[in-house]
T-cell receptor, first 117, second 111 residues
């Protein structure tokens, strides 16, 4: 399978704990995005990377959230001191900025579902 | 900031009936994309519209982009049970690097 992969698929944690999620984009994709999706809503942009550089962060993103993409390949999203309001699906997406595909479509991974008790 | 709204939020149809979802942006868009998310799945790209007034068809799906590039619609003719899912529009900003998703329209089809 050469699509976007995310790990873990599910995470249950207690309030106040730290959690880290991993995303492996499609190998030739230099742009990587993180989104949060709650039930019945569309994906909400969190941040994105061009190679290893983090170029944009949502103003809604709490300072408890941090993301890295150290070698321009996989990325991690860490949430510190989790709160019940952090419960959501965390989606990763990637896309190339050169060549095919023709459109600037984003390819989404299966997501990590976080439940904070 | 940019806001993208979709109506209706839910739509139940009998198999064979038509379906339309509407998308409106608070700002003029560079272009607009549509995604489909099956229950329990992740968003999958359907189409991108770039030009003012553009209309594109994919089999039973027809996508339109408004003249002012602030609204869009997706119309499905003769729905099938395989059309079940949530359809999202996503506005692309002028820099072309970020998507703002609408809230989606969840389509349910009764066989």
């Amino acid at each position: 399978d050469t699509g976007v992969s995310q790990d873990p698929r599910h995470k249950i944690t207690k309030r106040g704990q730290n959690v880290t999620f991993r995303c492996d984009p499609i190998s030739e994709h230099n742009r990587l995005y993180w989104y949060r999706q709650t039930l019945g809503q569309g994906p909400e942009f969190l941040t994105y990377f061009q190679n290893e550089a983090q170029l944009e962060k949502s103003r809604l993103l709490s300072d408890r959230f941090s993301a890295e993409r150290p070698k321009g390949s996989f990325s991690t999203l860490e949430i510190q001191r989790t709160e019940q309001g952090d419960s959501a699906m965390y989606l990763c997406a990637s896309r190339p900025t050169k060549g095919l595909p023709l459109y600037n479509e984003q390819f989404f991974g299966p997501g990590t579902r976080l439940t904070v008790l | 900031g940019q806001q993208v709204m979709q109506i209706p939020q839910y739509q139940h149809v009998q198999e064979g009936e038509d379906f339309t979802t509407y998308c409106n942006s608070s700002t003029t868009l560079s272009n607009i994309q549509w995604y489909k998310q099956r229950p329990g799945g992740h968003p999958v790209f359907l189409i991108q519209l770039v030009k003012s007034g553009e209309v594109k068809k994919q089999k039973r799906l027809t996508f339109q982009f408004g003249e002012a590039k602030k609204n869009s619609s997706l119309h499905i003719t003769a729905t099938q049970t395989t059309d079940v899912g949530t359809y999202f529009c996503a506005g692309v900003n002028n820099a072309g690097n970020m998507l703002t998703f609408g809230g989606g329209t969840r389509l349910m089809v009764k066989p």
